[in-house]
């Protein structure tokens, strides 16, 4: 075999191996898209019906934007505005009312607690420690005249 065949048979090697990694390449950006799509396809109606952070009509918008890397990362960055916009208006209502309960518009209802009133031993809400009575417990015990009770803590 002369020189120029053997640079030939070796340019055909190489180009094989290239198309090759291409292919596998190509296989795995493929699959990648695959399974984003799938985890992407429910969160519009996640943001839609559990949360209500989109409205219905932007529901195809909201999906169209996920299949896109830059897109849901977009996504991703206004959903932590808005996350942040609520956990500020929150805290703006536990600061306003101290000590009372706030609603979170999960259901719940969350008691505020501030450094002013758990450091109070006489704040009712206050977590004691073990075989420690509250002011609570003490003036029931009081009330009912057991007051040996107190004596023995």
Do not use: C, W
């Not at 799938?38 to 839609?48: K, S």
């Amino acid at each position: 075999m002369s020189d120029s065949q053997t640079k030939t048979l070796a340019y055909v090697a190489k180009s094989g191996e290239a198309l090759h990694i291409a292919e596998q390449f190509a296989l795995a950006v493929d699959q990648e898209k695959k399974a984003a799509a799938q985890l992407a396809a429910p969160l519009p109606d996640r943001l839609l019906a559990e949360h209500a952070l989109i409205r219905s009509n932007e529901k195809q918008a909201a999906l169209d934007q996920l299949n896109d890397h830059a897109g849901a990362l977009k996504m991703v960055g206004n959903l932590l505005t808005a996350m942040g916009n609520m956990k500020a208006a929150y805290e703006q209502k536990l600061a306003v009312n101290p000590g009372q309960p706030v609603d979170d518009h999960s259901g719940r209802r969350k008691q505020a607690s501030d450094a002013e009133s758990a450091g109070n031993p006489n704040y009712v809400g206050r977590r004691t420690g073990a075989g420690e009575k509250s002011a609570a417990d003490r003036a029931f015990i009081e009330k009912l005249g057991l007051g040996s009770l107190l004596s023995q803590s």
